[in-house]
């Protein structure tokens, strides 16, 4: 079993940054890769970003890519999403999941925890 907590949401101003946590417990963390996905009100899910379980690569889709980083720091059982430059259309419930697929996947349904999300509101 894995627990994955989100934090660090919030309401931010169009242009201004946030950094999110997901902190992770349970066995063997640091084998699992992370994504992170963010969900708005009638809208499907999106993938923001996935990092490997070695931190080694990232990736992220066109609409967040430059703006958006994802890192994990093991000794910490954390991964972090730092969010740039926002825009009110990135405002959303954000979830971080952990999957076994060693390189990170674009799949939801290849995680296999999440954590309960975060609140992102960015204003105009």
């Known amino acids: 079993q894995v627990q994955l907590v989100e934090s660090g949401g919030g309401l931010v101003q169009a242009g201004g940054s946030l950094r999110l946590s997901c902190a992770a417990s349970?066995?063997?963390?640091?084998?699992?890769?992370v994504g992170w996905y963010r969900q708005a009100p009638g809208k499907e899910r999106e993938f923001v970003g996935h990092?490997?379980?070695?931190?080694?690569?990232?990736v992220y889709p066109d609409s967040v890519k430059d703006r958006f980083t994802v890192s994990r720091d093991n000794a910490k059982s954390t991964v972090y999403l730092q969010m740039n430059s926002l825009k009110p259309e990135d405002t959303a419930v954000y979830y971080c999941g952990a999957t076994l697929v060693g390189t990170g996947t674009r799949t939801d349904t290849d995680y296999r925890y999440w954590g309960q999300g975060t609140q992102v509101t960015v204003s105009s």
């Open positions: 349970g066995r063997t963390v640091s084998r699992y890769s």
């Open positions: 990092i490997s379980w070695s931190g080694d690569g990232a």
